[in-house]
């Protein structure tokens, strides 16, 4: 399985914007890119995914690169309920066997 | 709709005892998983099953057993508890024509210590 790589953990201060980086020099051409984020003593939520394109939702925006080696999340403006462990993963998707493959995550502490 | 739900969300075992962990959602999702997350740790899949009839062993199989009861129920069973077993399980479920879009939905997880 294509593997990825984030950094352990991030600050940011409420009200800016957080960029939160991705690696997946392996990724194939078929690998959806998703992001889940897990809030203390919760289970994780699904917050976004792409395939090529950058991607908005109401949660946040995803913007992937050109050779698709790397991608960031980005909280346009972070709040104190967005402090969690945000999880970048990679899978394939065939009808009704899509495993997830999570890693450690980022986690994300906002600042009053 | 309740979503994804679990039962127990706390439970001690001894060693050797033996449980099992209920899940159930009402969202007609074909798809159900059961993932372990140790301290610090991210989630690992133990189990999974894509319809209702199936199933699959994930990353740490070992040491569990899983029922696709129906539709909607997927139970995760320890025969003999282990202290290495100690941790959070996560019961999650996918599906329908929004897939891809909505991802999979977890539930609140339960809560395991064997002493």
């Known amino acids: 399985d294509a593997k990825t790589t984030q950094p352990n953990s991030m600050e940011s201060n409420e009200e800016e914007p957080v960029h939160l980086p991705c690696n997946h020099s392996?990724?194939?051409?078929?690998?959806?890119i998703h992001w889940y984020r897990q809030l203390p003593s919760q289970g994780p939520e699904y917050v976004i995914h792409g395939l090529t394109s950058n991607v908005n939702n109401r949660m946040a925006s995803l913007a992937i690169a050109e050779d698709r080696k790397s991608s960031t999340l980005i909280l346009h403006r972070a709040t104190l309920r967005d402090a969690a462990v945000y999880y970048c993963?990679?899978?394939?998707?065939?009808?009704?066997?899509?495993?997830?493959?999570f890693g450690t995550g980022t986690r994300l502490t906002i600042i009053p | 709709n309740a979503g994804v739900t679990q039962t127990p969300k706390f439970q001690v075992l001894k060693t050797g005892q033996s449980m099992t962990l209920q899940c159930a959602q009402d969202?007609?999702?074909?798809?159900m998983y059961w993932y372990r997350q140790d301290p610090g740790m991210g989630l690992r899949l133990i189990y999974y099953?894509?319809?209702?009839?199936?199933?699959d062993k994930g990353e740490v199989p070992n040491g569990y057993n899983v029922s696709r009861l129906n539709k909607r129920e997927f139970s995760l069973r320890l025969e003999s508890a282990a202290p290495s077993q100690t941790s959070v399980y996560f019961c999650a479920s996918s599906g329908g024509r929004d897939l891809l879009s909505l991802g999979q939905f977890f539930g609140p997880g339960t809560r395991l210590t064997v002493l």
């Open positions: 099953s894509a319809s209702e009839g199936t199933t």
């Open positions: 392996t990724i194939s051409g078929t690998d959806y």
């Open positions: 969202m007609n999702h074909n798809s």
């Open positions: 993963i990679l899978f394939l998707i065939v009808f009704g066997n899509e495993k997830l493959t």
